[in-house]
């Protein structure tokens, strides 16, 4: 079965400081790979999706994502964040389920941003 | 924009009663799913439309936990009873064919 770990629960962040994100997953084949970000109380927003090809992903926001398939990584980064980037950062694996993707999330990462 | 409406936003219920969640997904989008997002966690699937037919409700607690999307458009999600451990974001998602998901703004369940 697929997973995905989250190695950093909580990460604080200088505004304006770059930010990278953990990802790590297992999947036996090629996975179809996802960042999702949550602000308080809300539903969840793609920034971000790697089915195939190049593997430097680029999203929504300034935010861009690596695939690196040695390692089974799949990381979040962004060069400068600013305090509105501050919220709830999920990574997920997707495999085709019925024709559409089944996806199963990391527990999370909580970005904080200091003056 | 076409979005995911969700009622209620919020809902606090004691244990042992009922209580039911709605979506509306986006127009056209023939998959819908339910998620429960328990907090500190990601969110977890608990049943998947395509149109009327559920086509996985494998992590759906089934002895209190029931889904339905009579006409293929709007969802609806009931527990019953409500217990304890039921207190989470309960999340609701479409998609058309493909990979995205589109996400709603969920249901935050509070059980006394």
């Known amino acids: 079965a697929q997973s995905v770990t989250q190695p950093d629960i909580h990460i604080t962040v200088s505004e304006g400081a770059s930010l990278e994100l953990r990802c790590n997953y297992s999947?036996?084949?090629?996975?179809?790979l996802f960042w999702y970000v949550q602000s308080p109380g809300q539903g969840l927003q793609l920034l971000l999706k790697y089915f195939s090809g190049d593997t430097l992903v680029q999203g929504i926001k300034g935010f861009e994502a690596e695939f690196k398939r040695s390692q089974s990584s799949f990381n979040l980064r962004k060069p400068s964040v600013h305090w509105s980037d501050a919220a709830e950062y999920f990574c997920a694996v997707g495999i085709s389920n019925f024709g559409n993707e089944k996806l199963t999330f990391g527990t999370g990462t909580r970005l904080t941003i200091i003056p | 924009e076409a979005e995911v409406a969700q009622s209620p936003r919020y809902k606090i219920t004691e244990k042992s009663q009922a209580v039911a969640f709605w979506c509306d997904p986006i127009?056209?989008?023939?998959?819908l799913y339910w998620y429960r997002q328990i907090l500190g966690q990601g969110p977890e699937l608990l049943v998947q439309?395509?149109?009327?037919?559920?086509?996985?409700d494998s992590q759906l607690p089934k002895d209190r936990f029931s889904a339905e999307r009579l006409k293929g458009v709007d969802s609806t999600l009931k527990i019953q009873p409500a217990e304890l451990g039921d207190s989470a974001m309960y999340l609701c998602?479409?998609?058309?064919?493909?990979?995205?998901?589109?996400f709603g703004p969920g249901t935050r369940l509070t059980v006394l």
């Open positions: 999947y036996g084949a090629t996975p179809y």
């Open positions: 998602a479409s998609s058309f064919k493909g990979h995205e998901q589109f």
């Open positions: 439309f395509q149109d009327e037919s559920v086509v996985d």
């Open positions: 127009s056209g989008h023939a998959t």
